[in-house]
């Protein structure tokens, strides 16, 4: 952390030069709040992204079993009902 630092206070030297130390400081200060709020919005955004996707399997595991009751083995004509497994192929097939 204090490398990331020192080159983010070095790289604000490099483009702004001999402005003060309290000035070059601050602006490290300022943009490192700034690169962290972009981050936080971003990871809000993710996890926004992955929650349906958290459920997903919970929701399919439930239609199989609601459809595996509906279906009976002289349906399927097959000497033993489908598994969950097959089932959950064919709802996403």
Do not use: Q, Y
């Not at 206070?9 to 601050?26: M, P, Q, S």
């Not at 969950?84 to 192929?89: D, K």
Request: charged share 30%.
């Amino acid at each position: 952390m204090r490398r990331t630092w020192e080159a983010r206070i070095e790289t604000l030297h490099g483009k702004f030069g001999e402005i003060g130390d309290a000035r070059v400081t601050v602006m490290a200060a300022l943009t490192a709040c700034d690169e962290l709020a972009d981050a936080g919005a971003r990871i809000r955004s993710l996890e926004e992204e992955v929650e349906p996707l958290r459920n997903a399997p919970a929701a399919a595991t439930d239609r199989a079993r609601m459809i595996r009751h509906k279906i009976s083995p002289e349906d399927v004509k097959s000497p033993r009902p489908p598994t969950e497994a097959a089932l959950f192929f064919l709802l996403w097939a």
